[in-house]
């Protein structure tokens, strides 16, 4: 495995960062400034890709920025698992930027060049997450990611915005400064380093007890992923104009915080450190609780954004899950279950939004028959659910598969049920929402309703088709990212 | 001539204690200014002249000069401390300080 | 002779007591700037004395001279005081 | 002959004293006069700087006459940092204020600067010494001109708060002055170094141990060390804007700098750390300064005594971390030090836009500003997030530093207490933020949707590019602040 | 109640007008101060005189009006006269003395004064003459003079009986004569 | 020198200095600082430092009493301690 | 408060007497403060300044940096009560005396100000008619006050004194002025102005001199510098300090005054004592 | 231990402990006065007792004061003997202490008078109620 000094990873984090003063500055002429977000957007994804092929090839680019103290530097490093979660984010920029053209016009919201504005800076941090060589570096896009976020779930400046933003705030600065930074000061203290690296950074200076309250700070400091007793900001967040909650809540944030605990465990701890200690248990007894609470809470959920939010919590614990299994197999199916779940949520999301700019609803009981009139839309809805259900042919299927051999894999086969009952119960969420759209007959149809509904304006509805599809092809063809969790775990 | 600088010293000193017994003893502000204005004056006169002598020990021109210079004192003193002394009183009249007399002490 | 000088400042300490004792419980103000006026005037020579004492005369004469202008001064302005306002009593300040 | 070390404090101290002639002959000629006195200060200090790095500790002779007996600058790496700091944030304020002036003081501006200039004099040239004595002088002159800066704004309440400055501001310039009095007893000298020579042999005098705290005690009353603090915030919060956005960054800062020279050069680490045993007890001051300062923030409903209750906590974060008794503890504080004196500027930068266009920052008179004066808000944010702690900025390598300090010395109080703080921190401000953000102005809300129609009534250009200037100041010093911590600090360090 | 009106403000405006009438008295207040240094500093280096020759350039300069407002040639043989009053004075102020250690000392003190306020009408005029007198009563002990105004009125506060019948006696005669007033 | 006179006036400055801080007038507290002011020049002559006694009979005595004075004089001399 | 002081005063002043304990006794010639740089004071000031007074030769030399700041901040006090107090509004109450009868007029809210000349002048609120004795000795004094304040600013060297008291006794005399006659007069016979310059001028030269050093050559405050330009290099270092002290005694003496006149009328220079 | 013991014990340390006594009276003052001027004397009160400690550091029994004797005779500087003149350092010290202290004496003054003129009071509580007042 060489390491290659290039420039392309900052290059990738910058694009979408130096865009900001050309967003602003054109921010009196609509069309031109969305163009550069294209243009941005565009960029991005081929700097990103354009790395693809040294990094199958088993190489990794490097390069040091600013060396803060001996062993903590702001660097850049791009292995298989960062080069996934950035071609996730980068493509999934540019269809949300589509969209979110398509929406904000469509409900002529307010301050549009901050919330562009705002989107690319949390673009930026993304992917510069997932590019750091160190704790350092990503903790420091984790927080800017934060902060960047907050004006976006504050979107509408009203009082209900204020509160959510509220919560969110408290959630995750205060998980992140009051956790994840002690955690990762006290690691540099013990071993005068933070770079990642996949036999871990202890030798062997930590005992158990100080590991596992380590690691508990950190999984449950990286709050964006959603753990449980930390996950209400989530559906709180959920005020913010679809877009956001579509990158955000599908892409961004929460994977963020999940690629996080990811990198923590495999990079930090290190596997063989966790499964010596036996604290994958520990994490996978948490994750278990987060995705049956999550699913349960979901099914009572009658708001369909709300829904959504709860689906996300309980998925997301899906990856932890299988990160935790410490098997290959899990480990694989954990983190392909990123690009999965990414584009099956953010398909459902679009559709969300889709709905709501076309008819203006909001809640999944008075979605009956809109199937009829929006047919793309709820087509993709429910390519979305099952992939994120975790039925072929979705991506969704082959994540879950590998996880459940995963569990198998590292004997744990109790925590199979696990799965499978939260499966369950993703279907039962979802399905009737599909079922309701298509088959069930709208009753106030014929009363008040002076707009005659039919599908959203097409900026809308081709980025819910393209991630269908693409969630779609990903079963199919789930090849790149699995070499490239491969290339990055060494499995 | 050390003891005529005796005398004097000793002689404004018990000015200087005249002085400060009437402050004590006196009844009344304006007839406490009677020894405190003028009996250390007094004192001050007599013992800067003794010093002034006594510094003439060394008949140089330059215990002359500093001789005129302690008399200096003198004058200045005799300038001001009446003019201090009037000063004050004339303070305690216009802020209307009634003064002692024998009658308001009888009654 | 240095001796007798000394005891004659000694003396003049104590009987610095004295006005002392008036600046210090008055009853007026003007008691206390009369008790003042004579520490200054007692104060003049004692630093005379001292500069004897310690056969250094040229360098105490200085100071007692600018003693004598500026006792002198402080004295007026507090004199002046009253020349201005009225009201020896002016709130509770008998003690 | 080198003589840059002088003119950094000549410099500014000769153009008060030209200033001062101006305000009577040309009252404006006096502002020129003195940006210029500061640029040639802060081009003497940054030459200084990059001769302290290439070639070692400057010692200048004043009068020519050696160290013990005249009084001598010496200039190490450290001072030499702070020295390019206070003359820059010093230049960079005035450059800034020249409007904030001509609004709150429009009447005797030369004499304001006059009196700027002497203050930055005394800050300077308390860095710039050697000597224990030159040092209470210096300090006593950037007091005095402090209190007179305090009394100036009519409005409020700040001759009140000038006096009571004045009071404890004496005690602590005397408390220090005592203790150099007792140092003097035992060792006859007041040069820094010398006395550290003598010093070395007396641990065990209990003069010397009186001596040390007093001088300590001192120095804290005048940083604003937690319970000596209740001047600072009526200070600082009374005090024209002009003013307040020098005195905020620089005086405490200055002070802590005292506090650090004096622990380092004059006593040693070797007498407080090993001799002495108090670091315990300071560093739990320090954790009590840092959380007491954040809630006595939370309290308050005025922006400017919020930022100044942080200064109060942000105190504690260097005296805990010089109190730590290791190399990173120290690193940190001296760290902590630069960086919170450009936070702190560039808050109080942002701080004087909203007041020369708002004239009031209490809290609810701030609806609304994210629309009206979005570029000094974003000064303002970023400089926020420093002082929470958020990564690029610089604030959050300082903070890196004193937590991982802590934790070597087990001081695991004190890093719970920068967590809480930094918490706190990030809840003022986004308290603040979100009256900014949500609300908005009560003289625009008649006209229908408010903030869709709010018109931006941004402060001075000149204003806005200092603050925005030193906002992004803030990020650079703190991608460098490895390299600032290779160059200066640890060398420094190592030095001694 | 009329006041003198003089300031020696409006003096110094008055008098720049005529030349030697500034020029005397400015003469006269420089050979004095330079006296006065000489006396005070002792030393006779070129650069200590040179600066008190400054010195004394500066403040007759400056104040020259202060001491002689209105400049006479009289003054010279007043001089004469005042030193000649001097011992004369402090023989009775020696005099004086005594009575009042007297009274200090006298067990019974509060008999034997009598505080009164005296009051008398003179003829002197000018500032200085009258000052003379003032100072001269408050001096001789027993008596303390409380004011004095242009007019030549004196109020004066007295110890004991005695020495407020003496007033003004003797020494108002002398004091006139000195600076050549009817009494 | 003569540690009698030292001590005696050293005494004197004590008395005035809780004299001044007690007195229930600030013109009186003005006063009784010149005296104190007074006492301080002495001790200062008479521990030898000349330079120190001419600085304090100036200041003290002289302007900081007139500064004080003047101060109550356009404040007031009310004081409730 | 009381109780808190008491406690403060209990603890601190334990504190200080603790640290007396190892002290050496009052007056022990072999202490370290008067052994180790008191001797070299003592022993090579009067060879290598040539000024007899070592208290000055510490002051303006050794030392002289201190002195310099010394100065600094009693301009700075001056400067700050200038700008604390002055107030340049005008007074809408006037009050005028007539003076050949003594009529006082009371002038409410005036717009145009009543001409002051022979007949009328400007006085204060609470008039008295300056009193003749103080008036007449003060007048004499004055001058001799001045010549010896000056005096003593030329002596430093000799004698104890120096520019801060000469500086502190002239200022002195300007307030004596003021006291004895009204505060106009000195007003007017000394412009703020001048006080001003006077104020800023006297520190000026100060760090003039010492900074005349630097260009020829040496270091900042070093009088042997200026040797060109004095005519007795042997005395070249107490001639700096004379010049320094002239140059506090130049401030010194005008912000005293600044700040009484400022204190005594409120800062508005019409009124006062 | 008899009287002759005693005093030299005393004269060896009394004018340490009254400086601390003194000086604590003036922080007292500071502290616990009500009125404002009365704690700027206290304030005084504190300055001018450090002075006298320095003062006291400098004293030295046996020598006379720091002015060289008999310049004028030749250059007889071969005869100085440090033991023969008090320690000078302290008194430049203090001599910058006092002009400092009565430059921040007269800055407090203004002060006073300033507040004076707002509030009519110089009583701290009296004060704090107008504050609380408004």
């Known amino acids: 495995m060489n390491t290659i000094l290039s420039i392309k990873p900052l290059l990738a984090v910058l694009v979408s960062l130096l865009v900001i003063p050309v967003l602003v500055s054109s921010s009196d002429r609509p069309n031109v400034r969305e163009s550069w977000i294209f243009i941005a957007g565009t960029i991005t994804l081929l700097i990103v890709l354009s790395m693809l092929p040294v990094i199958l090839d088993g190489n990794q680019l490097a390069l040091t920025l600013f060396e803060i103290a001996p062993g903590a530097s702001i660097a850049f490093r791009v292995d298989g698992l960062g080069m996934l979660f950035a071609i996730v984010a980068a493509s999934l920029y540019i269809v949300t930027s589509i969209y979110s053209i398509g929406y904000m016009r469509g409900l002529k919201e307010h301050g549009q060049t901050r919330f562009v504005s705002f989107f690319a800076l949390a673009i930026s941090a993304t992917i510069g997450a997932a590019f750091s060589a160190n704790l350092l570096t990503l903790y420091m896009f984790y927080e800017i990611l934060s902060l960047a976020t907050y004006p976006l779930v504050t979107h509408h400046q009203d009082t209900k915005s204020m509160i959510s933003g509220r919560r969110y705030l408290i959630f995750i600065l205060g998980t992140s400064i009051g956790l994840v930074l002690p955690a990762m000061i006290y690691c540099y203290h013990v071993t005068g380093t933070l770079e990642f690296s996949t036999a871990g950074i202890f030798s062997d200076q930590l005992s158990k007890p100080a590991a596992t309250v380590l690691l508990l700070m950190f999984v449950f400091g990286f709050a964006k992923a959603g753990i449980m007793p930390f996950h209400s900001w989530l559906p709180a967040a959920m005020v913010a104009p679809t877009p956001v909650s579509a990158l955000l809540h599908a892409v961004a944030v929460v994977k963020v915080g999940v690629f996080s605990i990811i990198r923590v465990m495999t990079g930090i701890f290190g596997v063989e450190l966790l499964s010596t200690y036996n604290l994958g248990v520990v994490v996978m007894c948490i994750a278990s609780f987060t995705i049956l609470v999550g699913s349960c809470i979901a099914l009572s959920q009658d708001e369909l954004k709300r829904r959504l939010a709860y689906s996300t919590i309980s998925q997301l614990s899906y990856i932890i899950f299988g990160v935790a299994l410490l098997s290959p197999q899990g480990l694989l199916g954990g983190i392909i279950h990123i690009v999965m779940h990414a584009f099956g949520k953010i398909t459902l999301f679009f559709c969300a939004g889709a709905i709501f700019v076309a008819t203006g609803k909001k809640y999944v009981s008075q979605m009956s028959g809109l199937g009829k009139k929006m047919p793309f839309t709820f087509t993709a809805f429910f390519i979305g659910a099952l992939c994120v259900i975790g039925l072929p042919p979705s991506g969704g299927f082959y994540s879950k598969w590998n996880l459940i051999l995963g569990t198998l894999e590292a004997e744990q086969s109790i925590f199979m049920l696990v799965l499978l009952v939260s499966s369950f119960l993703n279907a039962f969420y979802f399905l009737p929402i599909v079922y309701k759209g298509f088959f069930e007959k709208s009753n106030e149809e014929d009363e008040n309703m002076p707009v005659k509904i039919r599908e959203a304006n097409l900026c809308l509805v081709i980025p819910l088709i393209i991630s269908a599809i693409i969630s779609i092809v990903l079963f199919f063809y789930p090849t790149v990212f699995v070499n490239l969790i491969k290339v990055g775990l060494a499995i | 001539m050390d003891i005529f600088v005796i005398c004097l010293l000793t002689i404004g000193l018990f000015f200087f204690f005249g002085g400060a017994v009437g402050i004590i003893r006196m009844p009344g502000f304006y007839t406490r200014l009677h020894p405190a204005g003028i009996l250390d004056t007094m004192g001050i006169l007599v013992m800067v002249v003794a010093l002034a002598i006594y510094n003439l020990h060394q008949l140089t021109f330059e215990s002359v000069l500093l001789t005129i210079k302690i008399l200096l004192i003198v004058f200045f003193v005799f300038l001001s401390s009446p003019t201090a002394t009037h000063s004050i009183v004339d303070a305690g009249m216009r802020a209307g300080l009634r003064y002692w007399t024998k009658k308001k002490e009888k009654e | ?95 | 002959m080198n003589n840059y070390p002088a003119l950094i404090v000549i410099a500014p101290l000769l153009a008060a004293l030209f200033a001062g002639l101006a305000v009577w002959i040309e009252d404006r000629l006096s502002y020129y006069i003195a940006i210029l006195g500061l640029a040639v200060s802060s081009f003497s200090a940054l030459k200084v700087l990059i001769q302290v790095i290439e070639s070692g500790t400057i010692q200048y002779k004043m009068a020519g006459w050696d160290a013990p007996v005249g009084i001598e600058y010496r200039i190490d790496l450290l001072n030499a940092m702070v020295l390019l700091l206070i003359s820059g944030i010093a230049l960079f304020n005035l450059i800034a204020s020249y409007k904030n002036v001509e609004q709150e003081i429009s009447d005797r501006k030369g004499s304001f600067y006059t009196i700027y200039l002497l203050f930055v004099t005394g800050l300077l040239g308390v860095t710039a010494t050697g000597d224990l004595f030159n040092l209470y002088v210096l300090i006593e002159i950037t007091s005095l001109t402090s209190y007179a800066m305090v009394a100036l704004s009519d409005k409020d309440r700040g001759p009140l708060a000038s006096l009571n400055y004045i009071f404890i501001g004496v005690i602590g310039a005397s408390f220090y002055l005592l203790g150099v009095g007792y140092l003097y007893m035992k060792t006859g000298s007041l040069n820094m170094m010398d006395v550290a020579d003598i010093i070395a042999s007396q641990h065990d005098s209990s003069t010397v141990l009186v001596g040390f705290i007093l001088c300590m005690i001192g120095v804290w009353i005048k940083m604003a060390l937690f319970p000596m603090h209740v001047w600072l915030p009526n200070a600082y919060s009374y005090s024209p804007v002009a003013f307040s956005r020098v005195v905020a960054p620089l005086m405490t800062k200055v002070m802590v700098y005292v506090m650090i020279r004096l622990m380092i050069t004059v006593f040693g680490f070797e007498y407080i750390f090993n001799t002495l045993h108090l670091s315990e007890a300071v560093v739990w001051l320090a954790t009590i300064a840092v959380l007491a300062g954040g809630v006595l923030a939370l309290a308050q409903d005025n922006l400017k005594k919020i930022l100044a209750y942080i200064i109060v906590c942000e105190i504690g974060y260097m005296v805990g971390g010089a109190w730590l008794g290791n190399q990173s503890g120290m690193t940190g504080a001296i760290l902590h030090l630069l960086n919170d004196a450009l936070m702190t500027f560039a808050l109080f930068l942002g701080l004087g836009n909203m007041v020369y266009m708002l004239g009031k920052v209490k809290l609810n008179n701030l609806q609304g500003l994210f629309s009206r004066m979005p570029w000094t808000m974003t000064g303002f944010v970023v400089a926020a997030f420093s002082i929470v702690g958020v990564p690029p900025t610089c604030g959050f390598f300082s903070k890196w530093y004193l937590i991982s300090g802590a934790f070597e010395a087990g001081a695991y109080h004190f890093a719970a207490a920068l967590i809480i703080s930094s918490l706190i921190c990030a809840i003022l401000f986004f308290k603040v933020f979100e009256i900014c953000f949500f609300q908005s102005s009560p003289d625009l809300q008649g006209q229908g949707h408010g903030h869709k129609f709010q018109v931006m009534a941004e402060a001075p250009v000149s204003m806005l590019i200092v603050s925005n200037l030193v906002s992004f100041s803030l990020i650079v010093v703190g991608v460098f602040s490895g390299t600032i911590v290779k160059t200066i600090i640890l060398p420094f360090l190592q030095g001694i | ?183 | 020198m003569p540690w009698q006179i030292d001590m005696i006036v050293l005494f004197f400055v004590i008395l005035c200095a809780v004299a001044a801080i007690t007195v229930k007038d600030l013109l009186s507290t003005a006063i009784l600082f010149g005296a104190y002011s007074f006492m301080m020049c002495l001790l200062w002559a008479v521990m030898g430092a000349v330079d120190v006694a001419f600085t304090e009979a100036s200041v003290g005595a002289g302007v900081s009493t007139v500064f004080f004075v003047a101060a109550v004089f356009r404040t007031s001399r009310r004081t409730k301690d | 408060m009381k109780f808190f002081g008491f406690v403060v005063v209990c603890l601190v002043g334990g504190l200080l007497l603790y640290g007396t304990a190892d002290f050496p006794d009052w007056g022990d010639p072999d202490s370290p403060a008067s052994t180790h740089l008191s001797d070299i004071y003592i022993e090579h000031a009067f060879e290598q300044t040539q000024v007899p007074n070592i208290v000055t030769a510490i002051l303006a030399d050794y030392r002289g940096f201190d002195t310099m700041f010394e100065t600094a901040v009693i301009f700075c006090a001056g400067l700050a009560c200038f700008l604390l107090l002055r107030d340049f509004k005008e007074r809408k109450e006037r009050f005028y005396r007539h003076v050949p009868t003594g009529v006082i007029l009371h002038v409410k809210n005036s717009k145009k100000a009543l001409r002051v000349g022979r007949d009328f002048e400007h006085i204060d609120k609470d008039w008295i008619p300056s009193d003749l004795i103080i008036k007449t000795v003060c007048r004499i004094l004055i001058p001799f006050i001045q010549i010896y304040a000056l005096y003593v600013v030329a002596h430093g060297d000799f004698s104890p004194g120096g520019g801060f008291q000469g500086g502190v006794i002239f200022g002195s005399s300007l307030i004596l002025l003021a006291i004895s006659y009204d505060l106009k007069i000195l007003v007017r016979r000394i412009k703020e102005k001048v006080l001003g310059i006077c104020a800023a001028a006297g520190v000026l030269v100060y760090v003039g001199i010492a900074a005349i050093c630097m260009p020829m050559g040496k270091s900042f405050l070093d009088y042997s510098a200026l040797e060109m330009f004095v005519f007795d290099p042997h005395h070249v270092r107490a001639l700096g300090m004379l010049g320094v002290e002239i140059g506090v005694g130049i401030a010194v003496a005008a912000v005293m005054a600044i700040i009484y006149i400022n204190i005594v009328s409120e800062g508005r220079h019409d009124e006062g004592l | 231990m008899g009287m002759t013991d005693i005093i030299p014990l005393i004269v060896a340390k009394y004018n340490y402990w009254l400086f601390v006594v003194l000086m604590m009276i003036g922080l007292y003052a500071m502290i616990a006065k009500n009125n404002l001027i009365k704690k700027l004397v206290g304030m005084n009160i504190f300055q001018t007792a450090i002075i006298l400690f320095y003062v006291s550091i400098g004293y030295k029994s046996g020598a006379t004061l720091p002015i060289i004797q008999n310049v004028h005779e030749g250059h007889g500087h071969a005869a100085i003997h440090a033991a023969d003149y008090i320690n000078p350092l302290p008194h430049v010290l203090m001599l910058t202490a006092i002009v400092v202290s009565v430059a921040t004496f007269g800055v407090a003054m203004a002060l006073a008078v300033k507040i004076y003129q707002r509030y009519h009071t110089l009583e701290e509580d009296e004060l704090r109620m107008r504050l609380s007042e408004k």
Request: aromatic share 18%.
């Open chain 5, 1 to 183: 109640m009329t006041v003198s009106t003089r300031s020696p403000g409006q003096n110094s405006c008055k008098q720049t007008s005529g030349y030697l009438k500034s020029f005397f008295p400015f003469l006269i207040t420089f050979f004095i101060m330079f006296l006065s240094w000489i006396v005070l500093s002792g030393k006779f280096e070129p650069l200590l005189l040179w600066l008190g020759g400054i010195s004394s350039f500066f403040v007759s300069y400056y104040f020259y009006d202060l001491i002689f407002p209105d400049f006479k040639l009289k003054y010279f043989t007043v001089f004469f006269r005042f030193v000649r009053y001097i011992p004369w004075i402090l023989f009775e102020i020696l005099k004086a003395n005594f009575h009042l250690l007297y009274i200090a000392f006298h067990p019974r003190l509060k008999e034997i004064i009598d505080p009164q306020i005296v009051i008398f009408k003179t003829n002197l005029k000018s500032d200085i003459a009258i000052t003379t007198l003032a100072n001269s009563i408050t001096l001789t002990p027993g008596t303390i003079t409380v004011s004095a105004n242009s007019d030549g009125v004196f109020k004066v506060h007295a110890l004991d009986r005695q020495t407020a019948e003496a007033l003004p006696g003797v020494m108002l005669e002398k004091v006139a004569k000195i600076f050549g007033e009817k009494i």
């Open chain 3, 1 to 95: 002779m240095t001796d007798f000088f000394l005891w004659i400042a000694l003396g003049l300490c104590i009987l610095m007591f004295c006005p002392l004792y008036r600046v210090m419980f008055g009853p007026t103000v003007l008691d206390r700037l009369v008790g003042v006026n004579a520490i200054g005037s007692k104060t003049v020579v004692l630093l005379l004395l001292i500069g004897f004492i310690y056969k250094r005369i040229d360098m105490f004469v200085d100071i007692a001279l600018a003693y004598a202008f500026l006792n002198f001064i402080a004295v007026l302005a507090a004199s002046r005081y009253f020349h201005k306002r009225k009201g020896l009593y002016e709130e509770s300040f008998l003690d």
